[in-house]
């Protein structure tokens, strides 16, 4: 035992139980992972000095140790992540004081990628909506390959008699130079 609280089979066993039957993130003493790496370890030792009755045992609790561990990783992991998730999408006032220190790091890591994402997508699309809003209604005569734009966005491919909203400058320049005509719309 490093921490407070002594590591067995069954204080592991009882964590991740309590872990799946609720929906919050569950109080963890800071030492539990370290602990149980050092309760592992300790199994570990004993496995290769036991003997054969006790090694068959011990390879199946040590098995039986190291599922629970991914378990229980996986599933605080899944909440923190949601917790994440939320506080991106609400920016709502969230409780961290169940995270240990590692976890706290990945939770403020994804609300800040979830956070610029989220603004940057929504903004381009917002944005996008926009231009569209703004600009001409034209009918292509042909099929046109794509093409990039002043502003270095990209445009098509369109084809024949397809209809697009486009900007004045470049419906203007597909009219001219006979690819589209303009709807009147």
């Known amino acids: 035992m490093v921490g407070d609280v002594v590591i067995t089979f069954e204080t592991i066993f009882d964590t991740v139980r309590r872990e799946k039957e ?5 109080k963890l003493d800071k030492s539990f992972f370290s602990d149980t790496s050092f309760y592992l370890a300790e199994k570990l030792r004993m496995l290769e000095a036991g003997d054969d009755v006790v090694r068959e045992h011990l390879i199946i609790q040590v098995a039986n140790i190291k599922k629970l561990i991914h378990e229980l990783y996986f599933r605080r992991e899944k909440k923190i992540v949601d917790i994440a ?5 609400t920016n709502a006032v969230i409780d961290t004081s ?3 220190p590692d976890e706290r790091r990945l939770y403020e890591g994804l609300v800040g990628i979830l956070s610029t994402f989220r ?3 929504v903004d381009g699309m917002l944005n996008a909506r926009a231009v569209q809003k703004q600009g001409v209604l034209v009918k292509f005569l042909a099929h046109v390959d794509s093409f990039i734009g002043k502003e270095l966005e990209e445009y098509g491919p369109f084809e024949q008699n397809q209809l697009v909203r486009l900007p004045q400058e470049i419906a203007s320049l597909l009219v001219s130079n006979g690819k589209a005509i303009e709807t009147g719309e």
């Open 119 to 121: 603004t940057s997508f």
């Open 85 to 89: 998730i939320n506080k991106s999408r």
């Open 22 to 26: 609720l929906f919050e993130l569950q």
């Open 98 to 100: 169940n995270m240990l």
